[in-house]
């Protein structure tokens, strides 16, 4: 393995967040010393490693939040509390503390890195949260972030339609310093328009495919940005130079692809 041999860890517990998202908690000193927005590799045994965003992390502790929708996560899925894994990190850059009146926007499973940042941030920052998912059952920590406002594509809850749409409204009534968002890249590409239009500063959360978290095999390029070590958070500034943003993806194969 690049950059050392995966640390073998046992599952302490997991906890189904809704019909397709599950949390693991583990005990992993090493990436419970993380920021939020970094992310770890996680290897299953017999069956492949992948990148994971850390959803929480305290007294040597991390919980991954993984939505299944792979060979690899099907695995995962599969595991229960007893059962070990392979970690290593944390990799990447993450969010910058929020100050002020920050807004985070979070849809689907993406919602997971903004845990971390809201739990370690909350006590000391004004934070409001807007979140989406694509049908009520998959909105994730209702009770725990109390979003100001939800949406769902299907209208099972709160607004019917895409969360960008919540945020806008937002922006017309409420003062916010900088927004924080984590999710499906073409909700993150019309936040970083609405962002750049109107003049405020945004960090987010980017995804690629990735296959070795240490900035070496390039499956992760969007232009010349290595999401893996030059992110996977960049800022509007970053994320304005990068021409594939928010129009290609990569498959695991490197070839390009309309999002």
């Keep these: 393995m690049l950059n050392g041999k995966p640390r073998v860890r046992e599952i302490s517990s997991v906890r189904r967040e809704s019909p397709s998202v599950k949390t693991f908690?583990?005990?992993?000193?090493?990436?419970?010393?993380?920021?939020?927005?970094?992310?770890?590799?996680?290897?299953i045994p017999d069956s492949g490693e992948i990148p994971l965003a850390i959803s929480h992390a305290e007294n040597g502790r991390i919980a991954l939040t993984v939505k299944r929708r792979g060979e690899i996560t099907e695995e995962l899925h599969g595991m229960s509390a007893g059962d070990n894994l392979g970690i290593r990190g944390p990799y990447g850059n993450g969010f910058s503390p929020p100050a002020g009146s920050s807004l985070l926007v979070g849809g689907g499973y993406g919602v997971a890195p903004l845990r971390y940042l809201y739990r370690s941030a909350s006590n000391r920052a004004r934070i409001s949260i807007i979140q989406g998912a694509s049908t009520a059952d998959e909105l994730l920590f209702l009770e725990e972030l109390e979003p100001t406002s939800v949406s769902t594509d299907d209208g099972t809850k709160g607004h019917k339609g895409n969360v960008v749409r919540l945020l806008d409204d937002y922006l017309d009534k409420e003062e916010v310093d900088k927004i924080y968002t984590s999710g499906p890249e073409k909700m993150i590409y019309r936040i970083f328009q609405i962002c750049r239009d109107r003049g405020l500063e945004m960090e987010a959360s980017l995804e690629r495919v990735m296959k070795c978290g240490v900035g070496l095999c390039g499956s992760c390029?969007?232009?010349?940005?290595?999401?893996?070590?030059?992110?996977?958070?960049?800022?509007?500034?970053?994320?304005?130079?990068?021409?594939?943003?928010?129009?290609?993806?990569?498959?695991?194969?490197?070839e390009r692809e309309p999002l």
């Design 221 to 254: 390029l969007i232009d010349g940005f290595r999401v893996c070590e030059d992110g996977p958070v960049a800022d509007l500034e970053q994320l304005q130079e990068l021409e594939e943003f928010g129009q290609w993806k990569r498959t695991s194969s490197g």
């Design 25 to 43: 908690h583990l005990y992993d000193p090493q990436s419970a010393n993380s920021n939020p927005g970094q992310f770890v590799m996680v290897w």
